[in-house]
């Protein structure tokens, strides 16, 4: 988005690149507003933090996609990488392994996943989209091969940390994973936006090129990103395990498109280089009151969230596309 | 050239084949029937066809450089409208009631295809990203439509499109290969062909050129999206039934899994119908290995991934000129670490 600031933009909110995030807060707004008159109960408190609760895990994946995403890559792997995070969990533990050293191989394994599809998109110049593509079989088809069954988990220390609340004030209750997803998520917003890693991954997604011929190391972040992206999703698929308390290789089918999802509705431009990490958080968390609201209707039926999930996204992608045919 | 192209994919599908046929020497038999053809061969042709369907319409979008994730989505959508039209007459063995239904079903799939063209020549949408609209969307109606549960119609006409034998060979052959046949002609024998690969190579260039790009963009979406709705009639009619869940689940993979393999570029500009048709025909019968083989069919994925990524090796120069630099000795970069090729991923 250099074009924005070539072209001199009356400051503050009024910023063409901050309006995605404006019209997805207006949203979340409109929609949690529109719940709360409707449903009195939906105005509780405890309903907003469920909604983190509910989507811990999502948070963090969709913010290891939204550095992939900024580099102008896609990662169509997270969804797998989750689903074999939790059955590695549930494998390992059952093999007798002490849960801290199951934790450790299990983002240890998401890591070296990403660090190696990142290696072949950037040095053998392979789309990423086929890479994860192909990455997203290996993971969904090495969690297959391990169980095709639900495992259940009782290994103590999952046990405690899934069943601890965090007490709030107000009698308010979060998990213990909404607090690592909240750790996770400042600590990206800090790389994201503070460090040079984060300028990097803004320069490659601004132009690939040009982020070369300035001598930034291009090589190593936009292998950063997806190492970074599938540490994220095994740090994802840890956090499921304590929601649901089971490994299972059918978790978490589609959810890379829950987690691009989230990324484009909170107003990062998918061929790279704009966005924000708080604007993800913000789409993660319109997919959720979505996701409450459709419940609270009492239809549950699934296919209204995806319905609803697509035209939003649909007017999102139009809305990005008028605001960078304006800042033309 | 386009030999050269379509020897890999040959080749792979014929080792495919010669396993096969070590593992169970009945593999090639084929035996007549009631003036029907059957055995494995047939089955994997059979069952290919749809995929070949599928990724016959992915090609050509790939070859304008673009991709199309709905595709799942649009099998799915066009099984639901049909098996929902057709539950609803009142005699659903009465053809001409079938035949609207059909009709309405490849129609609405056009329509979709219409859509995903619109999005991506009209507002210049990303293709991954406008079509990622209809794939998570789609399968959302499917299920609207068959209000999330599995519709079963009991109809004999509708059945023919699936099950039916024509000359001794299962319908769903031929249609395949009528539909294949008639887009390589016209696309070769035209300059269609040429036209969108042009728009693939350089969009702006055939612009430039007089070439009528945003068109031919909005076209080869519209006969993906028919392409997928008739692969969707075909998956519904074969068991009598729509299941908007799980009708064409993963098929855009296999499609555009198919479309590599057969040599066409991801990055577009260059196509092969033939090689496409090979593609799908050895993932395919790479499914029915893994069923014969006894390997739990969990691997098949497994099996898949070590596949794209070779293959996609194979294609790629970029890796092909590191591994001729590594074949020489004095070359003045040794210092690629073998690790990076065997990167696990």
Known sequence: MSTVTATPVRGGWRQARYLPIAASLALLIVAYGFGATRYPAFGDGQVVLNILIDNAFLLVVAAGMTFVILTGGIDLSVGSVVALSTVLCAELLRAGLPAPVVMLAVLAVGGVLGLGMGSIIHYFEIQPFIVTLAGMFLARGLSYTLSTESVSLDDPLFVAIAQTPVELPGGLRVSISVLIAVAVLLVAGYVLHYTRLGRTVYAIGGSNRSALLMGLPVARTRVGVYTISGFCSALGGILLTFYTLSGNSLHAVGMELDAIAAVVIGGTILTGGSGYLAGTVLGVVVLGVIQTLITFEGTLSSWWTKIVIGALLLVFILLQRLIAGRAR | ?345
């Not at chain 2, 899994?257 to 570029?265: E, K, Q, W, Y």
Request: glycine share 12%.
């Open chain 2, 1 to 345: 050239m386009s030999k050269y192209r379509l020897f890999w994919p040959a080749a792979a599908l014929i080792a495919l084949l010669l396993v096969n046929l070590a593992l169970s020497p009945s593999f090639f038999a084929i035996t007549v029937r009631d003036g029907h053809l059957y055995g494995t061969l047939i089955d994997i042709l059979r069952f290919g066809a749809p995929l070949v369907l599928v990724a016959l319409g992915m090609t050509l979008v790939v070859a304008t450089g673009g991709i199309d994730l709905s595709v799942g989505s649009v099998v799915a959508i066009g099984a639901a409208i049909a098996c929902a039209q057709i539950s609803t007459l009142p005699d659903q063995n009465a053809a001409g009631g079938v035949f609207g239904a059909l009709g309405i079903a490849l129609v609405l799939c056009l329509l979709l295809g219409l859509c995903n063209g619109f999005l991506v020549s009209v507002i210049g949408i990303q293709p991954i990203i406008a079509t990622l609209i209809l794939m998570v969307a789609g399968r959302g109606l499917a299920q609207l439509v068959t209000g999330g549960q599995i519709i079963t119609v009991d109809s004999d006409p509708f059945r023919v499109l699936g099950g039916g034998y024509w000359l001794g060979l299962p319908a769903p052959i031929l249609i395949a290969l009528g539909v294949v046949a008639a887009t390589a002609l016209v696309v070769r024998r035209s300059a269609l062909g040429l036209l969108v690969e042009s728009v693939g190579g350089n969009p702006e260039a055939s612009r430039l050129a007089g070439v009528r790009a945003r068109g031919l963009l909005v076209l080869v979406y519209v006969f993906c999206g028919l392409c997928a709705g008739l692969a969707g009639l075909m998956v519904s009619s074969n068991v009598s039934s729509a299941d908007g869940n799980n009708a064409g689940l993963w098929i855009e993979l296999d499609a555009i899994l198919a479309v590599v393999i057969g040599g066409t570029l991801l990055s577009g500009g260059r196509f092969s119908l033939g090689g496409t048709v090979l593609g799908a025909l050895l993932i395919q019968t790479l499914s029915t290995t893994v069923y014969t083989v006894g390997v739990p069919p969990e691997s098949t994925l497994l099996v898949k991934a070590l596949v794209v990524t070779v293959v996609c090796l194979v294609q790629s120069p970029a890796f092909r000129a590191k591994l001729r630099r590594r074949r020489k000795p004095p070359a003045p970069a040794p210092a690629e670490p073998a690790a990076k090729v065997e990167v696990p991923a």
